[in-house]
């Protein structure tokens, strides 16, 4: 079995930053993709950020300049620093991944959310 732990989540004033970080564990062969989603009351669940199959960041328009994906392979986890964050940037974050278990299967996994919310 295979789980994604975030933590980081909380209150920020606009212009404030945060920090999210997403740990993998359980029976993990090797991670593919692994990044962030998030979904704000009312809208429909978006991409912000995440390292693709080959490597690769990839941010939503939104968040580029302001966001930044990181990860520590050894750890299995990621990061996801966010500076002058905004009311719009308020919403449920979750850490998704695209994994390989020991038992040969192809697996996209979720996190259980951390609320971020931006507001003076």
């Known amino acids: 079995q295979v789980q994604l732990v975030e933590s980081g989540g909380g209150l920020v004033q606009p212009g404030g930053s945060l920090r999210l970080s997403c740990a993998a564990s359980g029976s993990i062969f090797s991670i593919n993709a692994m990044g962030w989603y998030r979904q704000a009351p009312g809208k429909q669940r978006e991409l912000v950020a995440a390292?693709?199959?080959?490597?690769?960041?990839s941010y939503a328009d939104s968040v580029k300049g302001r966001f930044t994906i990181s990860r520590d392979n050894g750890k299995n986890t990621v990061y996801l620093q966010m500076n002058s964050l905004k009311p719009e940037d308020t919403a449920v974050y979750y850490c998704?991944?695209?994994?390989?278990?020991?038992?040969?299967?192809?697996?996209?996994?979720w996190g259980q959310g951390t609320p971020v919310t931006v507001s003076s």
């Open positions: 998704n991944s695209m994994l390989r278990d020991y038992n040969n299967k192809y697996l996209e996994v």
């Open positions: 390292f693709t199959a080959r490597g690769y960041r």
